[in-house]
């Protein structure tokens, strides 16, 4: 992607979208960091589905604690993954509670010391929570990157370097949720479908995939 196509490529994803907000459902930077430890290889759906049970009942790291590893991993089961995310989580919270007054810390190196949280989602923290310029460059975006020619790279560092680099600081802190939800409902993985993609004029995919035919989508 040329330089000069990286702005309007962000001003008309604001245009569709001026306000865009992660799909996990949170009402803390704890259920917050939760639902994101959780996502892991699972679905926002999935995650959503879990937690609205969970946290009714558990929403603080203390909460869950008291609830013992069986039943976290009750509430969680249906996840991915569940039986290392619970022990996880579990950990994380003995740490929460231990060294930072049951709050979750807002560095990066603090959120990456806790058990199952890695720099993505350290990233989602930093960026929802506490509104930091940060990149969570998961498989949606890291595909977006590299066939937009947005920010090309063979690993997901390499991207989240690149896109630092090259988003315009006005759009920096919402880059990540459009780039995000384009990879996750537009530009996807089999199929992109580029007939209705509102940033297609600035893309270098090519050749850019046609709509089906009527009755055939």
């Not at 994380?92 to 810390?105: A, D, F, M, N």
């Not at 090309?152 to 939800?181: C, F, N």
Request: charged letters at 20%.
């Amino acid at each position: 992607m040329k330089t000069d196509c990286i702005t309007p490529f962000f001003a008309t994803l604001k245009a569709a979208n001026p306000s865009p907000q992660t799909e996990l459902e949170y009402t803390s930077v704890f259920e917050l960091l939760t639902a994101v430890l959780l996502s892991a290889q699972a679905t926002d759906v999935g995650v959503n589905k879990a937690t609205r049970r969970l946290f009714p009942v558990a929403g603080t790291p203390q909460a869950i604690l008291d609830l013992g590893l069986e039943g976290l991993e009750s509430y969680i089961k249906t996840i991915g993954l569940y039986r290392s995310k619970a022990r996880h989580l579990m950990q994380t919270c003995q740490i929460l509670v231990e060294r930072h007054g049951g709050r979750v810390p807002r560095t990066r190196e603090e959120l990456e010391a806790l058990p199952g949280v890695g720099r993505k989602t350290a990233n989602v923290v930093l960026n929802v929570a506490f509104g930091e310029p940060t990149m969570a460059v998961d498989t949606h975006i890291f595909r977006v990157g590299n066939r937009t020619g947005l920010a090309p790279g063979k690993t997901p560092l390499a991207v989240e370097m690149q896109l630092l680099k090259r988003v315009p600081p006005a759009y920096a802190v919402d880059s990540h949720h459009w780039l995000i939800l384009l990879g996750r409902y537009v530009c996807q993985a089999r199929k992109p479908r580029c007939w209705e993609c509102v940033v297609a004029p600035y893309c270098d995919f090519a050749p850019k995939t046609p709509a089906p035919a009527a009755g055939r989508r």
